[in-house]
């Protein structure tokens, strides 16, 4: 057993039966052309249903928009990348010579790309159950402690509000920089409110999801000072 199904046996309690999908699982596109991409796509859909299923029993009052962004809450690149982290999953990924020398290994979207990798290819070697009961231990205390719906209103949103609240002027959001292939493209907005000079970044698949994130980063650098 290498260094890598080790780790993988003592976190994830789980040993592949196919070697191989878990090595593909932990390599990304820098390295090789057999890499997590698809792997990810599938973990992907798995983890959605999952994670659907147990918010749709936690709150059984809840409608289907709040369900909706619960669960959202629980799959975005954020949460992903905060259980990689956790997990020491960077440690053990597959990463072109760049890659690896600018810290792809830590870096977001590289981390929750390969978690849902390793979802796709449990599922493919053992079938849903099996991946379904590694998704559930990975995201046990995030289910226990799952957020009250008021407050997973959209970023922008509550920023905009916090703003108007004090009649401030509204926040400035700025393209920076756009990396990447057309069909792999990332977005770096910054996000600035302009009486305080404060400025704050967010990166994603789409322009969008990087504003959001600017916007969380915002909120949470703001709050502190308010408190």
């Known amino acids: 057993m290498n260094k890598a199904e080790s780790w993988l046996e003592k976190t994830l309690r789980y040993r592949f039966q196919n070697a191989e999908l878990f090595q593909q699982a932990l390599t990304h596109r820098s390295a090789t052309n057999r890499n997590n991409e698809r792997l990810e796509f599938l973990g992907d859909a798995v983890l959605d249903f999952v994670v659907s299923e147990t918010v749709y029993h936690a709150r059984p009052q809840a409608a289907e928009g709040d369900l909706s962004k619960l669960r959202a809450s629980l799959v975005k690149d954020d949460t992903l990348a905060e259980i990689a982290l956790e997990l020491d999953l960077g440690e053990h990924l597959i990463l072109g010579s760049g890659e690896r020398k600018t810290g792809g290994h830590r870096r977001e979207s590289i981390l929750a790309d390969a978690l849902e990798a390793i979802f796709g290819a449990i599922f493919l070697d053992s079938g849903f159950d099996a991946a379904k009961t590694v998704i559930d231990g990975v995201y046990e205390t995030r289910y226990r402690d799952l957020p009250d719906v008021t407050d997973l209103r959209d ?61 969380r980063k915002m909120i949470d650098k703001i709050t502190e000072t308010d408190e």
Do not use: N
């Open 155 to 215: 970023p922008k949103t509550r920023l905009q509000e916090w703003l108007q609240a004090r009649k401030m002027l509204l926040p400035e959001y700025e393209l920076v920089k756009t990396s990447g292939q057309d069909h792999k493209q990332r977005f770096t907005v910054t996000c600035t409110i302009v009486e305080t000079s404060v400025v704050t970044d967010g990166e994603a698949t789409t322009r969008r999801k990087a504003e959001q994130k600017a916007a």
